[in-house]
């Protein structure tokens, strides 16, 4: 009997031919990034927010013209945890391809002991890149319940300076993805276009 193999891929990267529907939303994301803004863009879990995003990072125009980061923090609980992912993306990501005795990065938590500052170095080191950067952070939402303290405010703070940089907020929980980016009271009001 032949063995009959699911056509869909349901996991990892999505190549252009077999990536589906979502030609609005695909550019319209691409459209707010190059344009220079930043963009919050929620859905339940499970829906293709992580595969929209790989889509959009991996069209010809943006990856000629910037570099792209995404980094996952649903399982992190604090600011340290944050910025240690942050961390090893941006140096992942930068890290040149297939060079031997090329000096390597190496960094585990342990090594942040202040996050604030390293926060502030990481983001300094983005706005001054070569070319400009767009940084994707998946199930955003998950910042408020750090302890660290106001954490919407210390983000906000330093992502309202930035000129070389761009960033995705996604999130899974659309009361608080909303709450965080539509409250006059909130850091990140109307500080990110709405997908």
Same mark, same amino acid.
């Given at each position: 009997?032949?063995?009959?193999?699911?056509?869909?891929?349901?996991?990892?990267?999505?190549?252009? &031919?077999?990536? =589906?529907?979502?030609?609005?939303?695909?550019?319209?994301?691409? @459209?707010?990034?190059?344009?220079?803004?930043?963009?919050? /863009?929620?859905?339940?879990?499970?829906?293709? @927010?992580?595969?929209?995003?790989?889509?959009?990072? &991996?069209?010809?125009?943006? @990856?000629?013209?910037?570099?792209?980061?995404?980094?996952?923090?649903?399982?992190?609980?604090? *600011?340290?945890?944050?910025? !240690?992912? *942050?961390?090893?993306?941006?140096?992942?990501? *930068?890290?040149?391809?297939?060079?031997?005795?090329?000096?390597?990065?190496?960094?585990? /938590?342990?090594?942040?002991?202040?996050?604030?500052?390293?926060?502030?170095?990481?983001? $300094?080191?983005?706005? $001054?890149?070569?070319?400009? =950067? *767009?940084?994707?952070?998946?199930?955003?939402?998950?910042?408020?319940?750090? &302890?660290?303290? $106001?954490?919407?405010?210390?983000?906000?703070?330093?992502?309202?300076?930035?000129? $070389? =940089?761009? !960033?995705? !907020?996604?999130?899974?929980?659309?009361?608080?993805?909303?709450?965080?980016?539509?409250?006059?009271?909130?850091?990140?009001?109307?500080?990110?276009?709405?997908?």
């Amino acid at each position: 009997m032949k063995t009959i193999h699911n056509p869909f891929i349901t996991r990892g990267y999505i190549p252009d &031919e077999c990536f =589906c529907g979502r030609v609005s939303e695909t550019q319209r994301l691409a @459209k707010s990034l190059m344009n220079g803004n930043d963009v919050v /863009l929620f859905s339940p879990r499970r829906m293709g @927010k992580t595969g929209l995003i790989t889509h959009v990072f &991996e069209r010809e125009e943006i @990856k000629r013209s910037y570099y792209t980061f995404f980094v996952d923090i649903l399982h992190t609980t604090s *600011l340290r945890e944050f910025t !240690f992912f *942050l961390v090893k993306e941006v140096f992942r990501a *930068l890290q040149p391809a297939g060079k031997k005795g090329q000096p390597s990065f190496g960094v585990s /938590l342990g090594d942040i002991q202040r996050p604030e500052f390293t926060l502030e170095e990481i983001f $300094n080191y983005l706005d $001054n890149a070569g070319k400009p =950067c *767009l940084v994707a952070i998946d199930e955003f939402q998950q910042i408020i319940e750090y &302890e660290d303290g $106001n954490i919407e405010a210390l983000l906000r703070g330093h992502i309202q300076k930035m000129k $070389n =940089c761009h !960033f995705v !907020f996604a999130g899974s929980k659309r009361s608080i993805m909303s709450a965080m980016f539509q409250s006059p009271a909130r850091p990140f009001y109307k500080s990110a276009d709405p997908l």
